[in-house]
């Protein structure tokens, strides 16, 4: 079978389980007494072995299915969670997500997981390897199991026997190799009691489905079907009868030993994995095809919301039937009933379609914990990190974007920002340092904060920095105040870490952060305080794609401006402009504003010239500029679309839209024009 549609439906939940895996491990390390959140990693670490072994993707399969005979010694007590297995379980994932990400790139999960899977076999036979140790272990169990045939099985074989039928005692061995035992299993109990009545099992049924049996167990079959039959039904991929032998009631031992390597995969054996056919993989065709319909998803939507959409969709259609009726009938008035109808169906329309874009920032939230535990160990750092506002959702575009600017902020924070438990024991703290990821709506945007409370920037320090890589004269920073030489640590190549490390320092890339933030309509500033911390906020708009915007005129140009950056509107007359130091400036309201004109700017043809013109006040951080054009339009709602490959990277342009009267006009890039 063919499953390479599947690769993308693959490659989204494996990248769901392993978040999973993540945080269930982190949960289990704080919590190792809580058995639920065992049994939430064993069931991720379960359903990545079964889909990766049906996508042939052996070695993931392999390393998931030792993670599982791990985690289910500690859910049935026989050992408990301790520093080493929590270090080799987030090994194992770190591996995993190597090789999810191999395949997606295209190339093959090929990674050496040997060494890591003797590692989990030790600790399974709680033992504490070594990587001396590691290459001897073995993690074989012999379990001697007891066949009790009470009155009631004997009455069951006697009766057969007056009824002619045979009773037959039937060894079953699943080659080792098989990553799906339970199944298998499945399939020869299905496949028998189409044949006959099985009357008992060794070990138990229920701990045959468990996979609570190493490579064989034994089935007590009565049937009038002869040996034959039963080889012929027993023909499944990996599967063996070893022997058949038929037996009478007073024959029957009562004791068998077998081998039994507790492996223990979930109770519920799902009868829908294997109802297609006995050949190798297709008992997984069943689950495959269920979840056919969400291929190449790249959203999660509430089934309300599609509600919602399709009976938008139904009233458009009833308003393009009433249209191509007065279209022939030429009534006006119901013309104007219906063009009003359909404005607000259309509006409704936008706000679904933008409300099935939105994605909570959990998904990229539930990163940083991890991440945040592996630095605070490798720096020696006690810290405490608090998530708050992770329902807040934003457009899958904008989530897929901020990722990396959190990640280097965070980074920044705990290697540079935080002191350790000595410092801030001297300066007075609580030894544990609190970072906190923040996020909330703000209005038709949304705030992101990255906050601690560690040692906050020095702006002595910046200066002298600045001063000494020659980013800024004397003369000028003299002229600045504080909160503007902070925001100096924006600027390419300014870091006031004393030395470089492999993760961070304060200040290091954040120009790269600023551009990143800038490429999504947002904004990054930053508040800090020297001995009490740092505040990196970061302001997004809901989506990228609709927008309410200003609609203006340059010249015989018409542009759109964000509504995000605009402050307010004001007229000015042309006298009214003052020049300071080379710069054109106006006065609104007994303070300075810095003029910027559009048409120089982006050298907008005409010479079009009128005595009265208009000013956009438009917000950068904490400075406001004003954004000369010649007439405003209006505000209106739009899509914006990009310009594809070919012209991307245009500065101050952000992309395009279509306007009502089918004009394409250009959307200005606040940022990058100030």
């Known amino acids: 079978m063919d499953v390479s549609q599947y690769l993308d439906i693959f490659l989204e939940e494996s990248m769901e389980h392993l978040q999973t895996l993540n945080s269930g491990v982190l949960n289990m390390e704080n919590n190792p007494e809580r058995l639920d959140i065992i049994d939430e990693i064993f069931r991720a670490a379960h359903t990545l072995k079964g889909m990766s072994a049906t996508m042939g993707y052996n070695a993931i399969a392999k390393l998931t299915h030792s993670m599982e005979n791990l985690l289910d010694k500690i859910r049935s007590g026989k050992i408990l969670p301790n520093p080493e297995i929590t270090n080799s379980l987030f090994k194992c994932v770190d591996v995993l997500e190597e090789m999810v990400n191999s395949i997606r790139e295209g190339g093959a999960p090929d990674a050496d997981i040997e060494g890591l899977m003797k590692t989990l076999v030790a600790l399974e036979n709680g033992e504490n390897p070594t990587e001396g140790q ?67 099992a060794v070990p138990e049924v229920q701990d045959i489905e468990d996979e609570k049996f190493d490579d064989h167990f034994i089935l007590f079959l009565v049937s009038k079907y002869n040996e034959k039959e039963i080889y012929e039904a027993l023909n499944i991929s990996e ?28 109770k519920n054996i799902q009868k829908a994995e294997i ?37 938008l969709v139904g009233e458009l259609v009833i308003n393009k039937t009433r249209l191509e009726q007065i279209s022939i009938s030429s009534d006006m008035d119901g013309l104007n009933e219906t063009i009003e109808h359909l404005d607000r169906v259309t509006t409704d329309i936008q706000s679904v379609v933008q409300n099935i874009r939105m994605v909570s920032v959990e998904q990229v939230f539930n990163r940083f914990p991890r991440m945040v535990r592996d630095l605070s160990k490798e720096l020696g750092k006690d810290i405490d990190l608090i998530l708050e506002g992770k329902e807040t959702e934003l457009d899958r575009t904008v989530i897929d974007e901020i990722g990396d600017p959190l990640v280097h902020l965070i980074r920044n924070a705990i290697d540079h920002g935080l002191e350790s438990p000595e410092d801030r024991k001297i300066s007075g703290k609580n030894t544990t340092g609190i970072l906190k990821l923040i996020a909330k709506h703000d209005g038709n945007q949304v705030t992101i904060c990255v906050e601690d409370d560690g040692r906050g920037l020095n702006v002595d320090v910046i200066k002298e920095k600045a001063l000494k890589k020659k980013l800024v004269t004397l003369a000028e920073i ?10 100096m640590i924006f600027l390419s190549g300014f870091s006031t870490a004393k030395e470089v490390t492999d993760i961070s320092g304060r200040g290091v890339g954040l ?26 906020i970061i302001k997004l708009p809901l989506t990228l794609a609709i927008i309410q915007a200003l609609l203006v005129k340059v010249q015989e140009e018409t542009f759109a401006i964000p509504l995000a950056n605009i402050d307010e509107t004001t007229n000015l007359e042309r006298g009214k402009i003052k020049n300071i130091q080379n710069q054109q400036v106006m006065i609104l309201r007994d303070k300075v504003l810095p003029l910027i004109f559009i048409r120089d700017i982006l050298d907008v043809p005409g010479t079009k010239e009128t005595g009265e013109i208009y000013v956009v006040v438009v917000e950068k951080g904490e400075r406001k500029f004003g954004l000369v054009v010649e007439e405003l339009i209006g505000q209106q709602e739009i899509v914006i679309s990009s310009f594809g490959k070919l012209l991307s990277g245009l500065s101050g342009i952000a992309g395009a839209t279509i306007l009502g009267d089918g004009s394409i006009s250009l959307i200005l890039d606040i940022g990058a024009l100030l």
């Open 511 to 536: 120009d790269v952060v600023k551009n990143k933030i800038a490429s999504l309509n947002g904004q990054v500033s930053v508040v800090t305080k020297q001995g009490q911390g740092s505040q990196f």
């Open 478 to 487: 003299e002229e600045m105040d504080e909160q503007e030489i902070v925001n």
């Open 134 to 200: 590691a290459e001897t272990l073995k993690s074989e169990e012999i379990i001697k199991n007891e066949v009790h045939i009470n009155e009631y099985d004997i009455n069951i074989f006697k009766e057969a026997e007056q009824r002619d039928l045979n009773i037959w005692k039937i060894s079953i061995h699943i080659s080792p190799e098989c990553l799906m035992k339970g199944v298998r299993a499945f399939m020869v109990f299905r496949n028998l009691e189409e044949i006959g009545e099985i009357v008992k």
């Open 239 to 266: 599967v063996a009868a070893e022997e058949i032998e038929r037996v009478s009631s007073e024959s029957v031992k009562v004791d068998i030993e077998c081998t039994n390597e507790e492996i223990g995969l979930p």
């Open 275 to 311: 109802e297609e056919d006995n050949t190798k993989n297709k008992e997984n065709n069943k689950i495959l095809s269920n979840k056919k319909s969400k291929i190449h998803q790249t959203v999660r939507v509430d089934i309300g919301r599609l509600d919602s959409l399709m009976n």
